[in-house]
């Protein structure tokens, strides 16, 4: 039988708490955020973007955010997935600079290293919809 980690709920919450700590705070420190993604084997979707590696990534987050970026995080879903991952799907509002708030959703794949996690999949998307 294929193992599942039982300690996925704690899991995910502990790292969406200590994720958005980095992210919200001052923007000098989302370099910070590099710590939970592998080298290479990190991917990102940002808005159908397809980076790869912790180097590209944060390189993205740095540079593809407004100045007054702030996230309210309601984890929809925590669920364990084979080979000991979690998944994690986080909705919520965004508010950028001075525009109207929009919907995002956030969807994290943690994957175990070393009694450790990292992001292996990494995947964030504006609800918007055309009118």
């Known amino acids: 039988m294929a193992a599942l980690n039982p300690a996925y709920q704690q899991i995910g919450e502990t790292f969406a708490k200590q994720y ?52 309210v995080t309601t984890p929809t879903g925590i669920l364990m997935i084979f080979e000991y991952k979690s998944m994690l799907f986080l909705l919520g509002p965004l508010r950028m600079d001075e525009d109207p708030v929009h919907g995002y959703c956030h969807t994290f794949v943690l994957k175990p290293l070393d009694n450790n996690f990292f992001i292996q999949h990494d995947s964030f998307r504006l609800v918007i919809h055309n009118q």
């Open 20 to 71: 958005y700590a980095i992210f919200d705070g001052p923007r000098e420190n989302r370099e910070k955020l590099g710590v939970f993604y592998h080298n290479e084997l990190s991917l990102l979707s940002f808005e159908g973007v397809q980076i790869q590696g912790a180097i590209n990534i944060i390189e993205k987050i740095k540079t593809n955010v407004q100045k007054n970026e702030k996230n």
